[in-house]
């Protein structure tokens, strides 16, 4: 298959979503299920692009996210 340069999609499961965002898997099941972060289904499962939870991120008015796990953000001691 030959890559054209064009941007490749990344896509995040459900569980990696809720690590995240800090909720659980089912929160963004229902969001998901509601239309407010679209995702894509595949058999049983369902992915979210990264550019989705980086934009529901802006909406919900979280300013500088990055995807980034931050201990310093995360109320983790020591």
Known sequence: MADNGAARTTFLTVAEVAELLRVSRMTV???????????VQFGRSYRVPRTAVEQFMEQAGYEGFSGESDDRRSGTVG
Request: aromatic fraction near 18%; charged fraction near 20%; glycine fraction near 10%.
């Open 29 to 39: 099941y229902r969001w998901v299920h509601a239309g407010e972060i679209p995702a």
